[in-house]
């Protein structure tokens, strides 16, 4: 009971914060950002000093470099957290935007505007990054955050948290509008999904078994974000040359992202002309193949793939390849297997872009151009939450809009129905 | 598991029915709701004799009058049935409006633009006629529908799943587009409530008890809806006149709907004044008042109210009075209590105006006007399939519009990242 009641308690003060948070002027949200800035500098030795101690104990327990590697706050990811404060305290103000109006036939005039959604939890991985850069985003958009990252990174997340308490007091708003939860234990965590009433929205960072937990457990609304199953489908009259640079910069760019492709699949007709290329590119580029029998017989290097491949997605330098034999089929296999984040056409087909465009239920639909566009920086957003997979509330990149739910005001004279 | 495959491949079906259905132009889902007119006129002896013995059943098992008249489908329940359906086939089509569009930096092309959310399942109780209703708004903005109601009504829903399949054949749609559930079992139920990855998105209409099943049990995405615990707040420098009219008018005009006030705060200053003139109107109205202990210092004739009263959504000709300090401990109480709804105040002062209107937590906040506004119709939306009382998504009354999601499209000539 003592554990439930700090998570509570905790959401409690988040929410109670978050009723200033919401009338805060854009220049004092965007002055606690600021001041979280400057208090990063101020407490530079202490983060990495607890950031030393999680490494520390991340090795002792065994972690592999690469989650060092995330886990880490170098003086370089130090720099990238004051970027990102920048970046969203110069943006635009998302709130009091008034979408729509109108005198309604009774006389009542009506307006309806944007507001914060209230209370935003958060729960996600390895990276502290993510702490300040969520926190960042919640301020600027008037909402109260509960943040709750990793074990591995509690030391650093408690001193990010009490940096961002301090920029927040000193801008004048409430020291608990963010809070970062000490409790990483899993029961902490089910409480903090089933806080109906006080959590608005719960947003998972992180990879799948993350994700597929939260949409289990949570009784408060989600976003699930992130899983990129995604596909480039090389169609029969596609400029082979085109179509070679963008599986290899979709796969290769950046392979750990969630907008990297992880399948390609090729029209039957240009198999035998494009595979040779594309193979070689990708293998020349550190890129490791697995193919369906029929890529094989043209690219016997490749591994075999078996349907496990069609779902799987790498983050790494593997990519699966399949001949299709048509664009159907491509479409078909695409709304089987990926994620609904973002899959590309490479074609000089007018018919096909546009059935690809029309059928293909993902977020993002590119006609000759890479997935790796996908990004709420690249789409003009600004800093992003993550990337939605889901239809509703947002889709695709989520930024500070996206942190908004909108109300309706309505004034009259007395009028009743 | 007989039943587990009978509601995944009915989900299934109208999965696959929404493909096409989500290409279908304005002209075709319009015809189909139309057809569906023409087939309920066709059918009508069939429906009614449907009705009757759900109706015996509903009689048989000891239902009262008032649950038998919400099962009723009466000649005038159908031509509501279809008038509604007239509507709904005359607005403007959702689909295809392109939200945004910007030359992303690379020089690659990007729209935004609303696209059905897919899959739409609907849980409700016992009207017939909102199989009808639902069926209509989830055509005609390109979704298919899997619509459950409750056991009582199945014979009738039935009947209606069968002409609402005849008329979509008859427009060249596929008749799985709108799936009747033929299993009220609860097992089925909370089966459709985790049919992750074909469920887009689950709303529930109903009583407080299936809206708070449904938000414990789902893992697919929820619309919550309904439940409107709403207040009207009299404050000191209210009209007397107009505030005794909006209460009548909020309270009275139609208790049994979620737009009702439930709970009327009145500032210390005015409550010598108003409440006399306010209880007179609304008792004599029928109205029973039920006050805290300053009501009924002022109004003897008020029974006590607990603290169990403010959190009542009474449905009924009953109303909770309390006196309250000043505007902020009325806003205290309403956040505290209200379920997000919708809430007015009455008062001639603009900064009391404006306070109301900025820290008021819920979906549609008023001045000077009655609550029962709060209506897709009277809001210039047309039909609506609820009134959302969460953040996510969509917030107040439900239109087509609420019913789509976004999709990104994006063209290029071989952009790369």
Redesign the interface.
Known sequence: MCEASYIRNTALKAQGAS?SLA?ASWHTRREALLRISAALDEHREELFKANEADIACARENGRNEAFIDRLRVSEKVLTSMKNGLAEVASSKDPLGEVIYG?T???G?K?IKKRVP??VVAIIYEARPNVTVDAAALCIMSGNAAVLKGSREALNSNLVLGKVISQGLSQAGLDPHSVAVIEKTDRASTTELMRL?GII??LIPRGGKELIKST??NA?V???ETGAGNCHIYVDASA?IK?GT??I???KL?RPSVCNAAETLLVHKDIAERFLPVAAEALINGGCTLKGDERARAICPEMAPACNEDWETEYLDTILAVRVVDNIDEAIEHI?KYSTKHSEAIVTRDFDS?KKF???I??????????T???DGG???MGAEIGIST????A??PMGLTELT?????????????
Chains 1, 2 share one sequence.
């Open positions: 009723l009338q109108a309604l036939k009774s009542v009506m959604l209230g109906n608005d929205v949409v289990e009784t609304p989600v976003i400029d085109m640079n963008i290899v910069n979709a760019s709304n872009a465009e029309a059928l239920n993902s977020a993002a639909v590119y006609v000759n151009a890479s790796r566009f996908t690249e789409f003009g889901q239809k509703l509330h889709r695709g739910t909108v109300k309706y005001i309505l004034e009259g004279n007395g009028e009743v129905r």
